[in-house]
């Protein structure tokens, strides 16, 4: 009886306070949960990843067509001199550069007011306001001719040579019809970004490349008009894009959106022009920051070969850059889109996919600039001087594109939310009070040269300007931007708009 006891007690006292089948399903239940999380996870990230790129292929892809216009320009007025590469350069970057950052940020209103009237449903209306932003831009334009008239003596004023400003100033003024072009391409750009339309503009530049190509070739080796034969095909190539997204747009391309031309237009004028001021100065505050890099270094000894072989990287990041800004597209889309619906965590979640995948590609194209240092210029000049200037600046090169990979993004998302004239205050901050002194500094009193004018506003302006954005992301609460964003489109969409967009779904 007592071993019997013995026993039971043994057995007591080795058998586990929880059965082990129990906790055997206890363990597996728990692994299965997490599984399903990440399963979850993954599906979410693929799901935003496939609405993510729907935007961001189509745009990289417009984007870099688009951009390569430009490059191909500068490498045929490249190979014909030092001066005309730096004339083509400086007209391009620096005149055409300071109206078309203004004109772009004035266009990205479209981004916020499109982007959440879609995701809202408010579908006649983004018609409406493509209509009020063609208005706006259209009037700017006329208010920067004197820049492109006065192209020749502002940049004597400035400090740049006779015969580059005056060549310069001669391009400038063969570019006013690109300039005028801007005014209709940028909002139909956004009109049909918000509608998730990129691959229209992405085929619509692919013809304009063509062209681009064709005509450069003729005018400039064929027919010699030299710069003048330059500048006249990307006139031309840039007038088939604005004629190819007006004809899609009015020929039934947007049957929701597009309802034909309203005398409702002239309506709220002030208060879209507000918003576009907001977004204008926004935009050209960053863009100016490079043009001035540009004119800055005019300043310099042996000033031609510091602006071509800035010019030179200044084209290969603004090449590459338009991968970033095809994602900024993509964020403002997708978080205009989901606050426009109420969808505060969707908007947060899609700003993190793309912050990640954008630092990825970033950090790609940064290694391979630092492998192909020494070839990277061999795309625009043969000269030796120019292939051994840009070498010593393909570091800063690298970090650039490293930092753009992530602070386009960032706007994208301040775009998307609406918040245009915060980061108006913050890039004036940041680029202007901090990046322009200490590129000043770092260029003439250290007398480091142009690699101390780029490194100072670098990481004086972009990088304390990303950093900002990224708290300001981080700390945002995003349900009550979705809010924010309801009651936008409620007081820029008329009640019956409601009614109506409600019918035609």
Not at 69 to 75: E, K, R
Not at 290 to 315: E, F, H, K, P
Not at 449 to 460: A, D, K, L, N, S
Not at 468 to 489: G, M, P
């Amino acid at each position: 009886m007592g071993s019997l006891v013995r026993r039971d007690d043994d057995e007591d006292i080795n058998r586990p306070l929880v059965p082990e089948s129990s906790s055997h399903f206890g363990s597996e239940a728990a692994h299965v949960e997490e599984d399903q999380e990440k399963n979850e996870l993954a599906s979410r990230i693929w799901i935003e990843t496939k609405k993510l790129w729907k935007v961001v292929g189509p745009a990289i892809f417009s984007r870099v067509v688009s951009y390569s216009m430009n490059v191909i320009t500068l490498a045929f007025a490249g190979h014909l001199g030092e001066v005309e590469l730096a004339a083509i350069s400086i007209a391009n970057t620096v005149v055409v550069g300071f109206n078309f950052g203004l004109l772009l940020g004035m266009a990205s209103a479209l981004e916020t007011l499109c982007g959440q009237a879609f995701g809202a449903k408010r579908y006649r209306m983004l018609g409406i306001y493509l209509q009020r932003s063609w208005i706006m831009l259209f009037l700017c334009c006329f208010l920067l001719l004197p820049v492109y008239i006065f192209a020749s003596p502002i940049l004597k004023l400035l400090g740049q040579s006779d015969d580059v400003a005056e060549s310069s100033g001669l391009v400038a003024c063969w570019l006013i019809p690109l300039h005028f072009s801007l005014a209709f391409i940028f909002p139909m750009s956004r009109f049909l970004q918000s509608q998730l339309k990129n691959m229209v503009i992405a085929w619509v530049s692919f013809a304009a490349l063509l062209v681009n190509v064709l005509t450069s070739w003729l005018l400039v080796y064929v027919f010699d008009f030299g710069l003048v034969g330059a500048a006249v095909s990307l006139d031309i190539s840039w007038w088939v894009i604005a004629f190819g997204l007006y004809g899609y747009i009015v020929c039934g391309g947007c049957p929701l959106t597009w309802s034909g031309f309203s005398m409702e237009a002239f309506s709220g004028l002030w208060e879209f022009l507000k918003l576009s001021a907001a977004s204008g100065v926004m935009l050209c505050l960053e863009t100016w920051y490079y043009r001035i890099l540009i004119l800055m270094t005019g300043y310099l000894q042996n000033a031609t070969l510091a602006v071509d072989a800035l010019s030179v990287c200044m084209s290969i990041n603004g090449w590459e850059m338009m991968i970033p800004l095809g994602f900024f597209a993509g964020t403002g889309v997708r978080v205009a889109n989901e606050l426009g619906a109420g969808n505060g965590k969707a908007a947060k979640f899609a700003t993190i996919v793309s912050v990640t995948q954008s630092s990825v590609i970033g950090i790609f194209f940064c290694v391979l600039i630092m492998i192909l240092h020494d070839k990277i210029a061999y795309i625009f000049s043969s000269e030796t001087d120019v292939l051994e200037a840009v070498d010593k600046l393909s570091l800063l090169l690298a970090v650039t594109i490293l930092l753009n990979s992530v602070q386009p993004i960032l706007s994208g998302v301040a775009v998307g939310s609406g918040w245009q004239a915060i980061v108006a205050y913050i890039n004036l901050g940041c680029y202007y009070i901090i990046g322009l002194p200490l590129g000043i500094l770092m260029g003439w009193v250290f007398n480091f040269g142009v690699m101390g004018i780029w490194g100072g506003m670098i990481f004086g302006g972009t990088a304390v300007q990303t950093v900002i954005l990224a708290t300001i992301t981080v700390r945002s609460d995003w349900e009550k931007q979705a809010e924010i964003a309801q009651q936008r489109v409620n007081k820029w969409s008329p009640k019956q708009e409601d009614h109506q967009s409600e019918v035609q779904n």
